[in-house]
């Protein structure tokens, strides 16, 4: 599954599945070209996060041959079905080249991203039914992340509680001792 794709065969975007999606689920394609993606860009040479919808829980919406992404996103999105996650490596040629994107993205930049495909869906004003049936299944997807979302939270408030209460337990206990310690000297 983690098998590395060179989907420009010149090794400027490579294409690497960390979660396949269903074998039924659809892909981008002529008739669903808008695309709905999770995702999170970092700088290859440093590690550093220059872009992500996880931290506020958002989608990024757009259409497939349109221009509005970097070419790899192009290349790569359309290879995807729905529900797969993918690591994208892109070379600077099919991302933002040597002008970068300042202040984030320097020039002659290697980007990696994770990116999520959530939905396909069709352009405005064509096949209505599926659109509204899409749109109510988003919904209930960014339902299901909230209620994780909600749910890691309280796991790490009840860990924090935990743990202060287990320093409290030691930090009484190392009282406990000391009070002992000075009673043991006074009884001499």
């Not at 349109?66 to 995807?80: H, P, Q, R």
């Amino acid at each position: 599954m983690a098998d590395a794709i060179d989907l420009t065969g010149d090794g400027g975007v490579i294409k690497t599945i960390l979660r396949k999606s269903k074998t039924d689920a659809v892909g981008p394609t002529e008739n669903f070209p808008l695309v709905d993606v999770h995702y999170e860009g970092t700088l290859a040479d440093t590690g550093e996060v220059f872009d992500t919808t996880h931290e506020d829980n958002t989608i990024f919406s757009f259409e497939l041959g349109k221009g509005s992404v970097i070419k790899a996103w192009e290349i790569a999105v359309k290879t995807m079905k729905v529900g797969e996650v993918a690591k994208i490596t892109c070379k600077p040629e099919y991302a933002y080249g040597s002008a970068g994107s300042p202040p984030d993205i320097p020039p002659e930049a290697t980007l990696v991203f994770e990116v999520e495909l959530v939905a396909c869906r069709p352009r405005k004003g064509s096949s209505l039914g599926s659109v509204s049936e899409e749109r109510a299944r988003l919904e209930e997807l960014k339902k299901q992340r909230e209620l994780a979302a909600a749910v890691k939270e309280e796991e790490k408030k009840k860990r924090e509680e935990a743990k202060a209460a287990a320093a409290a337990r030691l930090q009484a206990k190392l009282e406990a001792k000391k009070g002992q310690g000075k009673g043991k000297g006074k009884a001499k």
